[in-house]
């Protein structure tokens, strides 16, 4: 059997390619995340006037699990949690529990004030404030007189 590729597969559209790129993930190249016992959590960006905020889904972890750092306008967020010590006696017939490393990485723009990033943790969601610059926030038009 021959696998025969639609005309869409053979010439992608510019769109797409830029699409596929920018929405690639820096960590990438971690290869089969079960194997090496990672996971990229979902994130959602959201953008006011005065700021951006991350969302990052990440149940079952403590708050000294992560790890926020901000180094050339990069925001790395990680997490390292160890799997739950079990006793000998405990005879699990299924174990689906999963705590597991993940890694995440965000260029920040010009807008943003890195010296003012805030963090929290709440009901498994870890939500990160990043204001934006006073002088990068929207002002109101300035009336002119003319004289």
């Known amino acids: 059997m021959t696998l025969i590729r639609s005309r869409r597969d053979m010439f992608p559209t510019l769109n797409g390619l830029f699409d596929d790129f920018f929405n690639q993930d820096e960590s ?5 995340a079960m194997a090496n016992r990672t996971s990229l959590p979902a994130v959602n960006v959201k953008e ?6 991350i969302e990052l889904a990440a149940p079952g972890m403590k708050k ?27 005879n699990y017939t299924r174990r689906e529990f999963l705590y597991t490393s ?7 723009p010009e807008s943003a004030d890195g010296e003012k990033i805030k963090a929290s943790y709440t009901d498994g ?8 610059k006073e002088e990068a ?8 007189d003319v004289s």
């Open 28 to 32: 990438w190249g971690t290869g089969n």
């Open 48 to 53: 006011s006037e005065d700021s951006y905020n």
């Open 64 to 90: 000294k699990d992560f790890n926020i750092e901000l180094e050339d306008n990069v925001l790395t967020i990680s997490a390292d949690k160890k799997e739950q010590e079990t006793e000998e006696d405990e």
């Open 102 to 108: 993940f890694l995440r990485k965000f260029t920040l």
């Open 125 to 132: 969601v870890l939500d990160i404030f990043v204001p934006k």
């Open 137 to 144: 926030k929207p002002r109101p038009p300035k009336n002119i």
